[in-house]
């Protein structure tokens, strides 16, 4: 009954309260991430908590992955070393689960399925870089090096990625893939070794081949939509892509595309601050309910839109967008596995991750928030 209870609060706007310092929702997230580790029985972080079910699912190595670094900037820049600690924890442990060929699973440490997967695989190596950075520890920088040459390897001459899609994803042909381009930026300034960012690049080359006139980026979502429609959360893993290959490998037509789609994404935000889940290929909306992971990592995306193009109009958009998912956080509940975590979908019944609270919504949640506070000390953020 429980997820009904928060599903009449958020059908009634009674969720939506206040935003508070951004201190104190940094905290809350923060302490939520932690509790989502603690409640696996490894080092991983849990995929999420189901409050429909009333439970944690298993540690997810994908999103583990890209928490790595967000953690690390959290104990930097706010004086709480225990979540550095607990992220080398986490870089170890996926270590312990990387597979043999130097590829990251597909879904849940507990899924029947074991197989390499392209995407996961970028998403960890974020983790693996920023540890190796941190710790000097030489295991982890073999990791990152075996991920990266298992990715490079199974990239084809066009720059796409063909073999190893998701057995968890229905699209097969992924434009989204470029936030793994960006993986391998990341894997090339700790081993060097111009084949990574090489292979960033012509993926961008490749994704922009295949864009519509109007700066669409077909085959970008989860599943494979009759219209080709996407998700806020994936056309954001586009556009950081494009945006960051283009700075590392000085691609000027990378930066200028990610500009306009995240106009084009700008263009679509509501007066609350708040962005349509999914998104039509002539940029409308095509949902009334929001991806709130969406709404942190645009937030995030025009941040550094901001800082890269010397544009401040890309301010506002941001900072309406991290009030809205800071207004919706719950910081007082009685529940545990609810305060502090970040919805998939406001309302929570919506169609991304219903009823749950994905570890990935509050590690793009984190950087947001940390990227508008900190500003210039921080623009490395995962």
């Known amino acids: 009954m429980r997820h009904l209870f928060k599903l009449v609060e958020d059908r009634l706007n009674l969720s939506v309260r206040p935003a508070q310092a951004i201190e104190r929702h940094l905290d809350a997230a923060a302490q939520w991430l932690l509790r989502a580790q603690a409640a696996t029985p490894d080092d991983g972080v849990a995929h999420c908590y189901d409050v429909r079910q009333r439970r944690w699912h298993a540690s997810y190595p994908e999103t583990t992955g890209y928490i790595i670094p967000t953690l690390y900037d959290y104990a930097q820049h706010y004086g709480r070393p225990e979540y550095a600690e607990a992220a080398r924890r986490m870089a170890l ?160 037509e990378y930066i200028e595309h990610a500009v306009r789609m995240a106009r084009a994404v700008a263009d679509l935000q509501r007066s609350d601050g708040s962005l349509p889940a999914f998104v039509k290929p002539d940029w409308t909306p095509l949902t009334r309910w929001s991806c709130v992971t969406g709404n942190a990592q645009m937030a995030l995306n025009w941040q550094r839109l901001m800082r890269i193009t010397d544009d401040a109009a890309w301010f506002e958009p941001a900072r309406r967008a991290n009030r ?59």
């Open 324 to 382: 809205f998912n800071m207004a919706i956080q719950d910081l007082d509940s009685a529940d545990a596995a609810v305060r502090g975590g970040i919805k998939g979908s406001h309302p929570i019944d919506g169609g991304y991750m219903r009823y749950r609270y994905p570890n990935w919504a509050a590690k793009f949640f984190m950087d947001a928030l940390m990227l508008e506070h900190l500003g210039e000390r921080i623009d490395n953020v995962g």
């Open 93 to 252: 442990w996926e270590r312990e689960v990387q597979l043999p060929d130097g590829g990251v699973r597909a879904g849940c440490i507990d899924a029947e399925v074991v197989a390499p997967t392209i995407f996961n695989t970028g998403q960890v190596l974020f983790g693996w870089a920023r540890a190796y950075r941190e710790t000097g520890d030489e295991r982890l920088r073999d990791s990152l090096a075996r991920a990266a040459d298992w990715l490079a390897d199974a990239q084809d001459a066009d720059g796409a990625w063909r073999r190893f899609p998701s057995p968890f994803t229905t699209t097969r042909l992924a434009t989204y893939n470029t936030r793994s381009a960006f993986g391998l930026v990341r894997a090339f300034e700790v081993l060097g070794g111009e084949r990574y960012l090489a292979a960033a690049s012509v993926n961008c080359a490749w994704a922009l081949h295949n864009a519509a006139p109007n700066g669409w980026l077909p085959g970008n979502s989860l599943t494979a939509m009759g219209d080709d429609s996407a998700l806020t959360h994936t056309i954001a893993y586009s556009i950081r892509g494009l945006l960051e290959v283009g700075v590392a490998a000085g691609k000027p």
